[in-house]
């Protein structure tokens, strides 16, 4: 009897470590992609990176070399938007007040936060181009005087 105890008790142990690391990871991962537009580009640049040096076992010298690369791309990629921001908010705010005649007032004012909240990690896209248009204007500037 105390064989089938002990067993028992084992495969309940076991269970409930695997169930703890199964809702563990949902709440993880949940939590990440909700948060994810929050942490704004310079996290979306850092997990290109990442990616980069972990699918293609990069060297630090080769880490050293891509990540110019990658940061020109990602500004020039958002440049791009920007560029079109003007008709992208104005294709939003037709679709907004569309939307806003089907929806309660209180669904209303909820559409209103979301849109809040999609400026304003747009405006951490802007403050990161800015940015990131300054930092490489100073290591252009700094190779430009090495050649020199």
């Given at each position: ?29 949940n ?24 699918e ?93």
């Amino acid at each position: 009897m105390s064989r089938v105890k002990l067993w028992t008790g084992l495969i309940v142990l076991f269970s409930a470590g695997a169930l703890s690391g199964i809702a563990g990871m949902y709440f993880y991962h949940n939590y990440e992609w909700e948060h994810r537009g929050e942490r704004g580009p310079a996290a979306q640049h850092e997990r290109i990176m990442e990616r980069l040096t972990h699918e293609l076992s990069l060297t630090a010298t080769q880490r050293a070399d891509i990540g110019p690369i990658v940061t020109r791309t990602h500004r020039e990629i958002l440049e791009l938007r920007f560029a079109h921001q003007t008709e992208v908010d104005d294709i939003l705010s037709r679709g907004i007040s569309d939307l806003k005649k089907r929806l309660s007032t209180e669904q209303q004012a909820q559409l209103d936060e979301l849109y809040v909240r999609q400026q304003q990690r747009w405006q951490k896209s802007r403050e990161y181009l800015d940015g990131t248009r300054k930092h490489l204007s100073w290591v252009n500037l700094g190779r430009r005087v090495e050649k020199l």
